[in-house]
Structures are given as C-alpha cells and as structure tokens.
C-alpha cells in the first residue's frame, strides 16, 4: 500500500490525491489490485477545502467541451445553461455549481432551478450542466455533462421501468 503525505496546501494535496487516484485506478486495471483510495476518500481527505476550482480551471475545463454522448439533453429540456450564453457566463454558472456541491446544498439549488425554468414548478423535469469524473486511471479526466432531474412523478416512474 502506498503512502499519501499530506500538504499544507490543500489545492496541491488534492492534485497529490488524485494523482494517487489515477496510479492506483491504473493498477487495479492491470494487476487487479484494490486501490489506495477513491475520489470519495480524496474529498473526505481534504474536507472539500479544495473541491472548487479557480475560474481559470474552469475555463480550461469548459474549452474542452461536453462529454461525447449525452450532453444533447442540455437543448431538450429547460435549466440554466440556455441563460449562459458567453463562456464568462458559463464560467460563473459552473463555478456556482462547484460551490454549492462543495457546500451540500445542490439540493436547493434544483429546486430553485425547477420553479425558474420549469413549467411545473417542483414536479418540472430540467437539466443541469454539471462536471463529472469519467474514466479509470490515467485515463480518467473531468468532462462536462448534463445532468437531468426528474420532477415529474409520472416520468419518473416509467423511465424507472
């Protein structure tokens, strides 16, 4: 098992951590051998200190565009994307986000987004652009994708199906 130090910094102890992440994901895949830690155990680690990025990570982020399949849902449903036309627009909406997962309180934050941008106030379907982790090992890197909250009882219950 390998050994984590940590740092004073809590930005570079994540990287440090993920970094780990990344060796260990790789290993698993070749050797089968159970990893050191997960992104999960990274956030806990660090107690989220570091879990939202500068602007200019976001930025960067952004410029590299969604994920290959599925970001289309942005365009078929209502949510905040569709107000965020330039990337500095963008930057601020993903940066909002980061600091409302950091924080626990996303919740809210698409409750809020169903009674804006939804016909039906809590029981809206929207959809929301969100950074996620795909990938194992060095292979694994942050996309944009959407994610799509089901308000509706009834479209819930047959897309559960």
């Known amino acids: 098992v390998g050994r984590i130090r940590s740092a004073g910094d809590a930005r570079e102890m994540r990287k440090r951590l993920i970094t780990e992440v990344r060796r260990s994901g790789d290993k698993l895949m070749k050797d089968g051998e159970w990893p050191v830690l997960s992104l999960f155990d990274t956030g806990l680690a660090i107690g989220h200190d570091a879990d939202v990025a500068t602007k200019k990570e976001v930025e960067d982020d952004l410029t590299k565009g969604p994920v290959d399949v599925g970001f289309e849902a942005i365009h078929c449903l209502p949510g905040p994307w569709g107000d965020a036309k330039t990337l500095e627009e963008r ?16 919740m809210f934050n698409y409750m809020k987004y169903m009674q804006k941008y939804g016909d039906r106030g809590p029981a809206s379907n929207i959809v929301v ?12 890197q942050k996309q944009l994708c959407a994610r799509v909250i089901l308000g509706d009882p009834e479209d819930a219950e047959r897309i559960s199906r």
Do not use: C
Request: net charge negative.
């Open 91 to 106: 930057v601020d909406l993903m940066l909002q986000h980061n600091t409302a997962e950091a924080q626990g309180y996303m």
């Open 129 to 140: 652009p969100m950074f996620a982790m795909y990938g194992t090992g060095s292979k694994m």
